[in-house]
Structures are given as C-alpha cells and as structure tokens.
C-alpha cells in the first residue's frame, strides 16, 4: 500500500525556518517525480515545487522561489522541503504528493500524504 | 485569483447531472495541455478524480466525465449522490509560469 506520512510543521515566527519530511513507503520511490502542494486554511490547493526521481528537474512557484528548498534522498525514501524567510501568507497544510507515473514529471499527482500544518505568526 | 477558474459553488439534487467548468488561457489548456480533476472530501486530502483524457484511476466510477474545448474544460458528473458532496479542483500545466496550475475550486452540494 502506497503511503506517503508528512511530518515537521508547526509555528514559526515570520522570517523563520521550517524543514518538512515525507516519508514514503509501499512503492518504489527513486522511479518517482514527488511535489509539495500548499492549502491555506479554506482556500485552494496551490502547487509549489516539484522534483524529478533523480533530482536532475527541480521546479519552484514563483511564490516561493529563492525561499524554498525541494530536495530527496532516495536511500532513505524521503522527500523534503527547506523552507527559509516564512512569511504569514505561507501558512497552509502542506501535502506531498506522488505523480502518477514512474519516470515521468508532467502527470498528475495520483496519492497525497494527509499533510502537516505550518502556521506562520508572531 | 487562481489561473484557472472555477465557479466557487454548484449544486444539486440526488441523482441529477451537474456540471464544473474550469477556464484557463492561451498558456496553460488553450495550449494543449491535459486537464485533471481532484476531488476533495471534508478533511481529507485531494484524490485524483480524473486525468489526461477522460482517464479514471481504478474505484471512480464512470458517473465522473470531463470534456476539454479550446481555453476550458468540464467536469460532470451524473447520478448525484450524497457521497459526492466536495470540493472539485482542475490542474494543468502553465507553460508561461513553468509550472502546475489549480483552480480554485468548487464546492458541490447536494441538496
């Protein structure tokens, strides 16, 4: 069974650091594209960065670029997500997500973690 | 305000047909780029609903469709049933943002 468990938010004062881990398990994570998707308390879903299988293509929003850092370690099934300068807009649930298909960048995100929460506030 | 957009709510009753539609531009569905669907059920994560064309990952049942013309795209879904009542958002790719793009969203009721 595909799991993908997000872990490494909280409260951060504005201008702070988080690191966010997704631990996947139940499939083959070095055959796959991974991203970080961000949904701000009752708004929409907002895609920030994603990353190929062998981190050879990296991908930022302009929202978060220059601040956030996407990175994996395929030994440890993980992927992460550096983010540095927080600002209060960046408070969201931040969810990893899986692309459908293994190789590939440019498909849809077919299994999601159940995402951690980082509030931004002083 | 999101790339593309949705209508922020539709609704219906049980067992009638309802419609979302999701507009975009030149640089993201106007430009050939595939549309997906997400449905996201009260907190709880977003589940891809459908992909590509007209492609449904294995337990979404066929009363989910989608059809794509020019700048937009639609989500329909028939026989609407309690269960369905959500948040729907569509997904491409931008070309002039170099990234993924959602709607912003739409809430389904069933009345």
């Known amino acids: 069974e595909v799991q993908l468990v997000e872990s490494g938010g909280g409260l951060v004062k504005p201008g702070g650091s988080l690191r966010l881990s997704c631990a996947a398990s139940?499939?083959?994570?070095?055959?796959?594209?991974m991203n970080w998707v961000r949904q701000a308390p009752g708004k929409g879903l907002e895609w920030v960065s994603s990353?190929?299988?062998?981190?050879?293509?990296?991908y930022y929003a302009d929202s978060v670029k220059g601040r956030f850092t996407i990175s994996r370690d395929n030994a440890k099934n993980s992927l992460y997500l550096q983010m540095n300068s927080l600002r209060a807009e960046d408070t969201a649930v931040y969810y990893c997500?899986?692309?459908?298909?293994?190789?590939?960048?440019?498909?849809?995100?077919?299994?999601w973690g159940q995402g951690t929460l980082v509030t931004v506030s002083s | 305000q999101s790339v593309l957009t949705q209508p922020p709510s539709v609704s219906g009753a049980p067992g009638q047909r309802v419609t979302i539609s999701c507009t975009g531009s030149s640089s993201n569905i106007g430009a050939g780029y595939d549309v997906h669907w997400y449905q996201q059920l009260p907190g709880t994560a977003p589940k891809l609903l459908i992909y590509?064309?007209?492609n449904r990952p294995s337990g979404v049942p066929d009363r989910f469709s989608d059809s794509k013309s020019g700048t937009s795209a639609s989500l329909a879904i028939t026989g609407l049933q309690a269960e369905d009542e959500a948040d729907y958002y569509c997904q491409s790719y931008d070309s002039s943002l170099s990234g993924w793009v959602f709607g912003g969203g739409t809430k389904l009721t069933v009345l």
């Open positions: 997500a899986r692309v459908l298909i293994s190789g590939e960048l440019e498909y849809p995100f077919d299994y």
């Open positions: 590509g064309n007209s």
């Open positions: 139940g499939f083959t994570f070095s055959s796959y594209s």
């Open positions: 990353i190929s299988s062998s981190s050879s293509y990296i």
